[in-house]
């Protein structure tokens, strides 16, 4: 598309200019034409005789100027000039220097011979004089002439430029408009589109979420069912054993009649039992029997325990801290000045008053509390240390690091024992199975690992999440893994299989942790934004969401009873939420933000650690 503006100049000729605009669009879109201007012609001369009036104020200030200044100055008497002092002051001044000794020498001689008259040497007319001072004015007043001219044109070439660019603005800001008016149009036509898709895209997650439970369904009968075949073939190992043992009693006809009939009443009692635990859970126990798969296996591999053991650690629950009936709540009793840099993590002992910590430092630290003495140092990473996590018998820590690496460490020997290095970016955290042989890790390369640590070597990558996965904890007693991720969502993952249970939707930012409670039926995660949100782990749907921002939450953790959760929030302080109420109560104390917070399994205390290097005891 191109456009033309035209100039007027002050003698009425037209000068025409082309502005081009490149073609930036070859849709059928109905651009609208431009015209020129038609009172172009009238505007030009309006501008142009304004400039006109603008030099002759100027002029009119400078003369004005001029004469006060000529005013202003003191009056001086001019003596009329003798004739030959006016010749020598023209000789001199048009530079005739030789034609000025011989009219000296000649008027001298005349003088002294007494030939000069005495009109001869009297004043020079005034005519003359004032000829003069006129011809001195006229150069002067060329002089001046000659400079506005030369501002005239300059001004006029300057306010040419200025209708040049002046008109080429005025199109392009046309074609601007309409530009803007066809993507108005583009945008509200996307609208109207998406609209018609909302009502299948909710069906389809509706879909998706009914699906996803019947799997969470029949992963449970599965479960059961596995459970019910390994107990019939143990039943059946010792039953034939059993038999064996009676048949070296049997009379020779007892024994005949046995093989006879290919099977004993005890093995016929069992088979019945077979049939009728396949006809109930609709399963071939012999694809369920997982020792008689072919599956490639390490020689020291470990077995995934059963999982339906129950949490033991329930029954010494007995209810929610009495830190939050009294006045005050928890308060502030201990300082430890931990580490040179930030504390990235905290872990409690199982068994012992034992405190681990980690940080940016490239450290990890052991403390007796709440004494707040050092009891081991531990050295190894090259990068800062995200996380950390005690073997469930308290004899070993594992840590993850900016190092890309997860180590195990052994406090008998004082040393790293194993370090595994399959992950490609930094490792976010890590998490023991309550069986001691497998440990969990997440990293910045958008996947989880397990590691068996009898066969050291990896077993399960959990792969799925779409960014970073920034927390990762077994569900005590189960082979349910929990992990939180910067897309935005929280997941439930089975450690034998590697596949994804179960994904909650909801955080609209990235999710920086998630946690389990004691019963494993509530899940606490928290987002970039301060949005701390509550899962239920059965229905799988979304119990409730608290806004505590807009500072980042970087942990939660709950206490034993599972009724108060306990918040780390980047404002510098330790949030606790009483799940019952929905009281908020905020314990302020360190002096940048908050990265790790923990309780201990009988709620008397609650450890944090911060950005400021210190970890807090509150009590």
């Not at 392009?172 to 408009?177: Q, S």
């Not at 629950?317 to 504390?343: D, W």
């Amino acid at each position: 598309m191109s456009g033309n503006a035209d100039i007027v100049s002050e003698s009425g000729a037209y000068y025409l200019e082309r502005a081009t605009i490149l073609e930036d669009s070859d849709d059928d879109f109905q651009y609208e034409e431009i015209p020129l201007d038609e009172d172009l012609e009238s505007e030009a001369d309006e501008d142009l005789h304004a400039a006109v009036r603008t030099i002759q104020e100027a002029q009119e200030d400078d003369e004005a100027a001029h004469l006060s200044e000529t005013k202003s100055l003191p009056a001086v008497t001019q003596r009329p000039e003798v004739v030959d002092d006016f010749v020598r002051n023209f000789l001199v001044k048009m530079g005739m220097m030789r034609t000025l000794d011989s009219f000296q020498t000649e008027w001298y001689e005349l003088q002294e011979r007494g030939e000069l008259n005495r009109e001869d040497v009297t004043t020079v007319p005034d005519v003359y004089t004032r000829n003069q001072q006129l011809d001195s004015v006229v150069k002067t007043m060329r002089s001046d002439l000659q400079k506005f001219k030369n501002a005239a044109n300059k001004a006029k070439d300057t306010y040419v430029k200025l209708r040049k660019e002046r008109d080429f603005h005025r199109m392009h800001h046309k074609r601007v408009v309409q530009e803007k008016n066809k993507l108005i149009e583009d945008i509200k036509r996307l609208k109207r589109h998406y609209a018609s898709y909302e009502p299948t895209l909710t069906q389809l997650k509706q879909k998706y979420e009914s699906a996803m439970k019947e799997k969470m369904l029949s992963k449970l009968e599965r479960d059961r069912a596995v459970n019910q075949v390994a107990g019939l073939q143990a039943t059946l190992r010792n039953l034939e054993t059993a038999t064996m043992f009676n048949s070296q009693n049997m009379t020779r006809e007892e024994r005949r009649l046995m093989y006879a009939s290919g099977e004993g009443p005890t093995q016929s009692a069992v088979k019945t039992a077979k049939e009728g635990s396949s006809r109930r859970y609709e399963v071939d126990p012999s694809n369920l029997d997982v020792t008689n798969q072919e599956l490639p296996r390490h020689p020291k591999d470990s077995d995934f325990p059963i999982d339906t053991r129950v949490n033991p650690d329930l029954a010494d629950v007995k209810g929610p801290s009495s830190h939050l009936t009294r006045t005050g709540g928890f308060r502030l009793t201990h300082t430890i000045q931990a580490h040179t840099l930030a504390v990235s993590s905290v872990a409690l002992h199982p068994k012992k008053q034992i405190l681990a910590t980690t940080s940016d430092d490239q450290t990890w630290k052991m403390w007796s509390i709440p004494n707040g003495d050092i009891i081991m140092t531990g050295e190894g990473h090259t990068d800062w240390v995200a996380d950390c996590d005690f073997r469930p018998d308290g004899a070993q820590l594992v840590t993850g690091s900016g190092d890309s690496t997860v180590k195990i460490w052994d406090f008998s020997k004082a040393e790293c024992v194993h370090t595994f290095t399959d992950h490609q970016h930094a490792v976010w955290g890590c998490s023991w199975h309550t069986c001691g042989d497998f440990v969990a890790s997440c990293s910045m390369d958008n996947t989880s690992k397990i590691w068996d640590l009898n066969s050291l070597r990896c077993r399960v990558t959990l792969r799925g999440h779409a960014d970073s996965v920034n927390s990762i904890h077994f569900l005590p007693y189960s082979n349910t893994i929990l992990t939180s991720s910067a897309d935005k969502t929280v997941s439930l993952w089975d450690a034998r299989t590697g596949l994804c249970g179960q994904t909650f939707y909801g955080h609209i930012h990235s999710v920086n942790h998630a946690a389990f409670n004691l019963k494993g039926d509530v899940v606490a995660s928290c987002d970039s934004y301060g949005v701390v949100k509550l899962w239920d782990n059965r229905t799988c749907a979304a119990i409730s969401s608290v806004e505590i921002g807009p500072h980042p939450t970087n942990r939660v953790a709950f206490d034993s009873s599972g009724t108060v959760l306990s918040i780390a929030s980047n404002d510098g302080t330790v949030k606790i939420l009483d799940l019952g109420s929905g009281q908020i109560t905020i314990l302020d104390g360190h002096e940048d933000s908050v990265q790790a917070v923990l309780f201990d399994k009988a709620g008397d205390f609650l450890v944090s650690g911060s950005s400021d290097n210190t970890v807090r005891i509150w009590s």
